[in-house]
T-cell receptor, first 114, second 114 residues
Framework: AQKITQTQPGMFVQEKEAVTLDCTYD???????LFWYKQPSSGEMIFLIY??????QNATEGRYSLNFQKARKSANLVISASQLGDSAMYFC???????????FGQGTTLQVKP | NAGVTQTPKFQVLKTGQSMTLQCAQD?????MYWYRQDPGMGLRLIYY???????DKGEVPNGYNVSRLNKREFSLRLESAAPSQTSVYFC?????????????FGPGTRLTVT
């Protein structure tokens, strides 16, 4: 069975600093994808970044990067230069190779302080 | 493109009432999904449809039925609503064939069962 674990229910970060949100996963699939989504207080789900299990390079998208450590089964999200608009809930999710289903973690609430 | 649309946005039901949540996508995606999000938790998959004409149970299917009406539309039905079904319901769609394809989410339906 697949499982995603996010151990940080809430995080604080000072504006303009970097922050790392933790995500570990468990799967027996050889091929899988890892995603991060942002959910602001308005409730919509916003896709941030994707990492494939066979990708050798860590994914980056603007201020977002994914620190992928396959042997440790971790896929941490790094947000550089935090902005007030980054305050939101962040979800890590995993997709198996043969279905499009996403398994989500419980989320981390990030608050950016001015 | 409207992306993924859901109706209604809000709904209050009494215990035992039935209702159908509607979802449509205009991105020509093969796969569609229904999730529920309870307070403080991640999204959990209720049902999904990998392609037109197929539906499968997800993690929490009890109390729900689905219909993939055509490639665009995927509805979720609550036959006899219970207070435990109070939640925010998200519909999503995705292409298959490439692990990297993210899921696109609708704005959600906030359902309260009294």
């Amino acid at each position: 069975a697949q499982k995603i674990t996010q151990t940080q229910p809430g995080m604080f970060v000072q504006e303009k600093e970097a922050v790392t949100l933790d995500c570990t996963y468990d799967t027996s699939d050889q091929s899988y994808g890892l995603f991060w989504y942002k959910q602001p207080s308005s409730g919509e789900m916003i896709f941030l970044i994707y990492q494939g299990s066979y990708d050798e390079q860590n994914a980056t998208e603007g201020r977002y990067s994914l620190n992928f450590q396959k042997a440790r089964k971790s896929a941490n999200l790094v947000i550089s230069a935090s902005q007030l608009g980054d305050s939101a809930m962040y979800f890590c999710a995993m997709r198996g190779w043969n279905t499009g289903k996403l398994i989500f973690g419980q989320g981390t609430t990030l608050q950016v302080k001015p | 493109n409207a992306g993924v649309t859901q109706t209604p946005k809000f709904q209050v039901l009494k215990t035992g009432q039935s209702m159908t949540l509607q979802c449509a996508q205009d991105m020509n995606h093969n796969s569609m999904y229904w999730y529920r999000q309870d307070p403080g938790m991640g999204l959990r998959l209720i049902y999904y449809s990998a392609s037109e004409g197929t539906t499968d149970k997800g993690e929490v299917p009890n109390g729900y039925n689905v219909s993939r009406l055509n490639k665009r539309e995927f509805s979720l039905r609550l036959e006899s609503a219970a207070p435990s079904q109070t939640s925010v319901y998200f519909c999503a769609s995705s292409s298959l064939g490439d692990m990297a394809y993210e899921q696109y989410f609708g704005p959600g339906t906030r359902l309260t069962v009294t």
